[in-house]
């Protein structure tokens, strides 16, 4: 069964619509700053991606969200529903799915909890239910009143590349017949406590593939990627964007923080998508790369891609969203397929923004500093986080020919 | 579906509860109604109303790894030890399998709290600077399923759910369909939540538990009158799937075949009681049966999800009469819960394990502390003592209280249909 994209929506440090967000990804606008949401006092690292002016311009009623996190995550989901052109009540026979994702979720709740604990202080009844991860998903359903299943994945900073690979699979086993994926995370106290002591941040730029990164920046938002039956989407004249046609999930298997030397984990990744997506490696006419801007995973992400695609690597261009957006996060894999997405419909790459000094283990294509027109049908995006975890989807133009369709030939 | 479905077998089963640590224990004990609820030892529970939960006791991670550890949080542990005992019971050793064919797929509720709690906790007294940073890596959702991936070499399809209450049924669904679909031949795939003092508060506060009060005593009672709640339990259920003529081909012991899952949603789950029988537990137990080409008719028992909710209990009760119709009062009821407790995102995968741990003894656990069932809940709920019976197909259910539920057709062995 053929998985098309039918709506996109975004809340990101350089746009908070997917018109604004492609206009300043393509210029080459960096969303990154100094951070505010939280007393910066005692942290090594300050710079960040955060949503500024946020205005949640939409009613939610009796599901209003109470936290940053969430509040991004039924803007971004409320857009790509609209996008999509679902009406309310249209769920008449129980077939559209939620699938959420996140390296953190309701944090604001965690941290309430936590600190009432150790203060012996009195917990909120709403608290714990707040804060498990399910409860996105629940907000999101109940919302747009959708009864097929809910779901929440979380697989570090691969939640949302995983997010769309479960979710077509959804709708490849019948399960779904439409399925609103997202992904979100928002800074916090916590997770910035906890990033800070990995060792991949910087307090300069973050500088994808250029020999004097030091680090990654880490960002807040969300993004949300309406999947359709294809037949189910056409039958009900949506337009089309692309289609989803393969993914790849799984673990390095190796350490919990250090990346594996050859990038096995990273490489077999690439390769279980493309294989599920039925085409050659050839066929790739472009990657959204992971690119963190760490020492490390850019290297090892340029040797993955080199040893999945041999020389064609040199022959395509290599996108870093990061350099614009920061990393963020369990939002990260579901932005980086909106871009992805609008790379194929646009036939633009965006740049590799903050790049001077080329890295010669880096030496792939990655559109320097300025955005490139280059007709796309083949888009492979990676996502990789902590734990080890991979993720990679395989988006193609919306009138490719997937296996999918050869199998049911 | 087009494609024809390949059929899914369960060749291995590591539970870790209160009951009981691997199968050899897990199932007499569940048979015998062995409830492992006992009073909290491990943290003070003065401040709060319930003081009960069927926590594992004497529970030692390093009988079930080849190397030592130097921190894993509990959940990491039970999930770990769980995954070793299913793989055992399967006859598997993890580093043979073909990794391109083989998918690890857990959930669980709230993962790694207990380390989150104190990670968080050293930076409210000390500041970033002076947190634990090697305690980070363990307070992830997923940081169970990734040290399970390093311990076992296991590169392989890797899916972990956060989906509450049913994150185990969720592995497990996902798990299934990729054998079905045949992208997958063996999956490791389960449960596992952790006690630990973040969550018993959180739950304490929100009402879900059962408290200790003057005018009712603390206690699981699915369906019953007076039922105020749950207790919560800890543990970790991982079995193995295996894509059915794979099983045959290497001589597997195949304890029973997964015929059937469903998964359904809908915003009633929470409300009040009048909205009836739940469309999502209903849709989801009808999914299951339909995918495994039979009707209730054919259905000997229904392990419930019951757990004491005075809501959820309520809802899947009216969607069982409404789906089994006049043979309600009489098809077999049971909940497992009083025995291991609610234990979260585990609870799907122990239930299926005692779903085949009434297939292969013909007996029905009873439902311990119902004593008079809520009225109008007209079923055949097994209470008392064990029920003696010819069980060929058991329907197993999840739900949870934000409106998510899933249901499993599990099918004995020697059953065709």
Not at chain 1, 133 to 158: E, K, T
Not at chain 1, 206 to 213: S, V
Request: proline share 4%; glycine share 10%.
């Amino acid at each position: 069964m053929k998985v098309a994209v039918t709506g996109m929506g975004i809340v990101s440090p350089i746009g908070q619509t997917v018109p604004d967000f492609w206009d300043a990804l393509c210029n080459g606008i960096s969303g990154i700053k100094e951070i505010s949401r939280f007393s910066k006092d005692g942290f090594a690292f300050v710079r960040g991606g955060e949503i500024a002016d946020f205005v949640p311009n939409h009613d939610f009623g009796a599901h209003a969200p109470i936290s940053s996190a969430a509040s991004f995550m039924m803007a971004a989901a409320s857009q790509a529903i609209e996008d999509a052109r679902l009406c309310e009540d249209c769920d008449a026979n129980d077939v559209t799915g939620v699938v959420m994702s996140t390296n953190f979720g309701d944090t604001d709740a965690a941290e309430q909890l936590i600190a009432s604990l150790a203060k012996h202080g009195a917990i909120d009844k709403h608290t714990l239910p707040r804060y498990l991860f399910q409860s996105m998903a629940d907000r999101i359903a109940d919302r747009w009143r959708l009864h097929g299943p809910r779901s929440v994945l979380s697989l570090s900073c691969s939640s949302g590349t995983a997010a769309l690979g479960y979710g077509a699979n959804l709708i490849r086993s019948g399960r779904a017949k439409v399925v609103i994926t997202g992904g979100y995370d928002a800074l916090s106290k916590f997770a910035w406590s906890g990033l800070s002591v990995l060792r991949t941040m910087t307090n300069g730029e973050i500088r994808p593939f250029d020999k004097r990164r030091d680090g990654t920046v880490f960002s807040e938002g969300a993004g949300s990627i309406v999947l359709e039956d294809y037949n189910h989407a056409r039958a009900r004249g949506s337009h089309i964007y692309a289609v989803l046609s393969g993914y790849g999930l799984n673990n390095n298997a190796h350490h919990m923080t250090a990346p594996s030397k050859n990038g096995a984990g990273s490489t077999d990744v690439m390769r279980m998508a493309i294989e599920d997506a039925g085409i050659a490696p050839s066929e790739i006419d472009h990657v959204n790369a992971h690119a963190t801007g760490t020492k490390y995973n850019d290297i090892t992400e340029t040797q993955a891609i080199k040893a999945v695609l041999g020389k064609h690597a040199y022959e395509i261009p290599i996108a870093a969203n990061k350099s614009e957006v920061g990393h963020m996060m369990g939002a990260a894999g579901i932005v980086e397929a909106i871009a992805s997405v609008m790379s194929i419909v646009h036939g633009v790459v965006p740049p590799t923004i903050n790049y001077g000094e080329p890295d010669p283990e880096c030496d792939l294509d990655c559109v320097p500093n300025t955005k490139r027109a280059v007709p796309l049908r083949t888009v492979l995006s990676n996502s990789a986080g902590i734990g080890g975890c991979n993720a990679a989807i395989v988006l193609t133009a919306s009138d490719t020919n997937t296996s999918e369709d050869r199998k049911e030939a | 579906m087009m494609k024809p479905n390949k059929r899914v077998a369960i060749t291995g089963l590591g539970p870790v509860s209160a009951a009981g640590i691997g199968w050899n224990s897990f199932s007499p004990a569940i048979l015998k109604n062995f409830s492992g609820i006992s009073p909290i030892t491990v943290f003070g529970t003065d401040q709060y109303r319930s003081h009960m939960a069927a926590h594992i006791p004497a529970f030692d991670i390093d009988e079930y790894l080849e190397s030592q550890k130097a921190y894993l949080d509990r959940s990491s542990q039970l999930a770990l030890a769980a995954t070793a005992l299913a793989l055992e019971d399967a006859d598997i050793d993890a580093h043979d399998l073909d990794l391109r064919t083989t998918a690890l797929s857990l959930g669980s509720a709230v993962g790694s709290l207990e380390t989150m709690t104190m990670f968080f906790q050293g930076f409210l007294e000390k500041g970033p600077r002076l947190v634990k940073p090697f305690l980070f890596q363990h307070t992830y959702s997923n940081t169970a399923i990734s040290l399970i991936a390093i311990e076992y070499g296991l590169m392989c399809m890797h899916l972990n759910f956060a989906s509450g209450f049913v994150a185990s049924g969720h592995a497990i669904t996902e798990a299934f369909d990729l054998i079905r679909s045949g992208r997958t031949k063996v999956a490791i795939a389960g449960g596992f939540d952790a006690l630990s003092e973040a969550l018993f508060a959180g739950l304490n506060a929100s009402e879900f538990i059962s408290p200790d009060t003057e005018t009712g005593k603390e206690i699981s009672a699915p369906f019953d009158e007076h039922r105020n709640g749950f207790i919560l339990g800890e543990g970790a259920c991982v079995l193995i799937l295996e894509e059915f003529d794979h099983a045959i081909a290497r001589g597997a012991n195949i304890h029973a075949e997964l015929v059937g899952c469903g998964m359904a949603s809908s915003e009633d789950n929470r409300e009040s009681r009048s909205s009836g029988a739940s469309a999502g537990i209903f849709n989801a137990m009808n999914s299951a049966i339909q995918a495994g080409n039979t009707d209730v008719n054919n259905i000997d028992l229904v392990m419930a999800s019951a757990n004491g909710s005075k809501i959820q209990d309520f809802i899947e009760a009216n969607a069982l009469i409404r789906l089994f119709g006049d043979s309600s009062s009489s098809i077999s009821v049971t909940s497992i819960k009083p025995l291991i407790g609610e234990t979260l995102g585990a609870g799907s995968s122990f239930q299926i394990a005692a779903s085949i741990a009434a297939i292969k003894a013909q007996s029905v656990p009873a439902i311990i502390n119902l004593r008079t069932p809520e009225k109008g809940l007209q079923l055949g709920f097994v209470t008392d003592t064990p029920l003696n019976k010819n069980i060929r197909s058991v329907l197993t259910n999840s739900i949870d209280p934000g409106g998510s539920a899933v249901s499993f057709l599990v099918l004995s062995s020697q059953t065709t249909i």
